[in-house]
């Protein structure tokens, strides 16, 4: 069983948790797959281009973001990103797995 759960401690940057291959392939994973499909596109990028900016950020060593600021607020977070996505996905009878799976988290 894969351990999705971020580093011990919550001050991890989260350029520790992007290292991983399995974080970053679930990442990638939903993203590309639950998420992009169904949200409106950034004016003047491709969904595509989006998700790859997401990546390089939380992939910069340089930015120093922590997982407990990642995670912060998540109780909105869910409310105005992930449940509306989740409901536009099962609208159209999309797979959101990624999405339930990081919700049971």
Excluded: C
Aim: no cysteine; hydrophobic share 50%.
């Amino acid at each position: 069983m894969v351990d999705l759960r971020p580093a011990a401690e919550d001050k991890a940057p989260l350029v520790t948790q992007m290292a991983d291959l399995l974080i970053a392939g679930f990442f990638r994973k939903v993203q590309a797959d639950v998420i992009t499909p169904h949200v409106a596109a950034v004016p003047g990028t491709s969904a595509a281009d989006f998700l790859v900016l997401i990546k390089r950020r939380f992939s910069n060593p340089a930015i120093v973001d922590t997982t407990r600021r990642g995670a912060f607020d998540g109780s909105f977070r869910r409310i105005g990103f992930v449940l509306p996505t989740v409901r536009a996905a099962l609208t159209v009878g999309a797979v959101v797995l990624g999405l339930t799976l990081v919700e049971a988290q």
